[in-house]
């Protein structure tokens, strides 16, 4: 059974860097599969943040609220995944998920589906 | 990027069938995924490709897609459906982006 766990400080400051770890259990992190990150402020929705693949390949929201300031990474040695947010605001303060990115095809459309997510973890973004 | 538009929320009475919609360019050419989420947990996938469904998700879900909408309908809702949806799906834009819908709030009555 794949398992997912964030881990990493509930509290950063203003302007300082977010650094959020995501381990994977039950499944190797180079089985083929992106691996993602997503976001839920306060009484809002979810917003895809950013996902890597085993190689390192990675896609990011470009929307300006993110855009510029992620960075996700890989540790295939450690089935780890990182997500790095600089220059935090309030406005980043969230419930960060990670979660395992699948895909298939049928019917001649390609799907994609976040299939094994992490319980989350809150972040605020307070002095 | 692309964007995924529900309606903010529905109502349905115990038993009844209901159908929360997603709409957007990207769905012209990916399928998209739902997911369920109640209050303090984390999202749970309920429909992914054409119609699948995960492993422990009841056959009272089921999706379709037509155009640039998606559905998810829920037939016989039960009290323990009542959630927040989402649906996702690829960014239309060629990059391996993500893009989630605004969510709809179902209320079974």
């Known amino acids: 059974q794949v398992q997912l766990q964030e881990s990493g400080p509930g509290l950063v400051k203003p302007s300082e860097t977010l650094s959020l770890t995501c381990t994977v259990s039950g499944s190797s992190i180079s089985s083929g599969y992106y691996w993602g990150w997503i976001r839920q402020p306060p009484g809002k929705g979810l917003e895809w943040i950013g996902s890597?693949?085993?190689?390192?390949?990675?896609?990011?929201n470009p929307s300006p609220p993110l855009k510029s300031r992620v960075t996700v990474s890989v540790d295939t040695s450690k089935n780890q995944f990182s997500l790095k947010l600089s220059s935090v605001t309030a406005a980043d303060t969230a419930v960060y998920y990670c979660?395992?990115?699948?895909?298939?095809?049928?019917?001649?459309?390609?799907?994609?589906?976040?299939?094994?997510w992490g319980k989350g973890t809150t972040v605020t973004v307070s002095s | 990027s692309s964007e995924l538009t529900q309606d903010p929320a529905v109502s349905v009475a115990l038993g009844q069938t209901v159908r929360i919609t997603c709409q957007g360019d990207?769905?012209?050419?990916?399928?998209a995924s739902w997911y369920q989420q109640k209050p303090g947990q984390a999202p749970v996938l309920v429909i992914y490709g054409k119609n699948s469904r995960p492993s422990g998700i009841p056959d009272r879900f089921s999706g379709s897609s037509s155009r640039n909408t998606a559905s998810l309908t829920i037939t016989g809702a039960q009290a323990e459906d009542e959630a927040d949806y989402y649906c996702?799906?690829?960014?239309?834009?060629?990059?391996?982006?993500?893009?989630f819908g605004t969510g709809t709030k179902v209320t079974v009555l």
């Open positions: 990207s769905l012209r050419s990916y399928f």
């Open positions: 996702n799906s690829r960014d239309s834009s060629g990059n391996h982006l993500r893009v």
């Open positions: 979660a395992r990115d699948n895909s298939g095809y049928d019917y001649g459309y390609y799907y994609y589906y976040m299939d094994v």
């Open positions: 890597i693949d085993h190689s390192g390949s990675t896609s990011y």
